[in-house]
T-cell receptor, first 115, second 112 residues
Framework: AQTVTQSQPEMSVQEAETVTLSCTYD???????LFWYKQPPSRQMILVIR??????QNATENRFSVNFQKAAKSFSLKISDSQLGDAAMYFC????????????FGQGTRLTINP | GAGVSQSPSNKVTEKGKDVELRCDPI?????LYWYRQRLGQGLEFLIY????????KSGLPSDRFSAERTGESVSTLTIQRTQQEDSAVYLC??????????FGSGTRLTVV
């Protein structure tokens, strides 16, 4: 069974600084997707970034980038120039490419931005 | 619609009562998913509908939980004889595979 582990229940960072959120996963599949979602107090899950496992290049979306280490099954999220609006719960998630498209989520990391 | 709509936003019910939660997906999205999020936890998969295929019910925690979807439209998640451990946020998402999900804002269910 696939599992996703986020070992940092809480993280904090000063505004404008850089923070890295950790995620590891376990799977026997070779093709899959990895995601980071943001969940603000509004509860709606917002896609931050997506990585296809067959791509060696790390995905980047503006201030958000990932460090994808396939052999180590590690998928960390780096947020540069942190802003107050980045404060939220962040969830790492995995799904296989073929078949059922259900997502498997980690337990989440609460990110606090200090002004 | 422009997004995934869920109703009600909040629901308080007495233990033992039945509840129905509604999800209105984005028009044209063939796939619809229900997840449960307990306080301070990640999302747990409940059920997945894809077009006219048989739903994947592998995540439903007990036979008190059921869900229906008519075609590619609205879905309802029903919890019978609610228990306190059913208290959670129930999130719905829809997608047009292979594109990603769009989530709704969820229904917060409190069983007292």
């Amino acid at each position: 069974a696939q599992t996703v582990t986020q070992s940092q229940p809480e993280m904090s960072v000063q505004e404008a600084e850089t923070v890295t959120l950790s995620c590891t996963y376990d799977t026997s599949e070779s093709d899959y997707y990895l995601f980071w979602y943001k969940q603000p107090p509004s509860r709606q899950m917002i896609l931050v970034i997506r990585q296809e496992a067959y791509k060696q290049q790390n995905a980047t979306e503006n201030r958000f980038s990932v460090n994808f280490q396939k052999a180590a099954k590690s998928f960390s999220l780096k947020i540069s120039d942190s802003q107050l609006g980045d404060a939220a719960m962040y969830f790492c998630a995995y799904r296989i490419i073929q078949g059922a498209q259900k997502l498997v989520f980690g337990q989440g990391t609460r990110l606090t931005i200090n002004p | 619609g422009a997004g995934v709509s869920q109703s009600p936003s909040n629901k308080v019910t007495e233990k033992g009562k039945d509840v129905e939660l509604r999800c209105d997906p984005i028009s044209g999205h063939t796939a619809l998913y229900w997840y449960r999020q307990r306080l301070g936890q990640g999302l747990e998969f409940l059920i997945y509908f894809q077009g006219n295929s048989a739903p994947d019910k592998s995540g439903l925690p007990s036979d008190r939980f059921s869900a229906e979807r008519t075609g590619e439209s609205v879905s309802t998640l029903t919890i019978q004889r609610t228990q306190q451990e059913d208290s959670a946020v129930y999130l719905c998402a829809s997608s047009l595979p292979p594109d990603g999900y769009t989530f709704g804002s969820g229904t917060r269910l409190t069983v007292v």
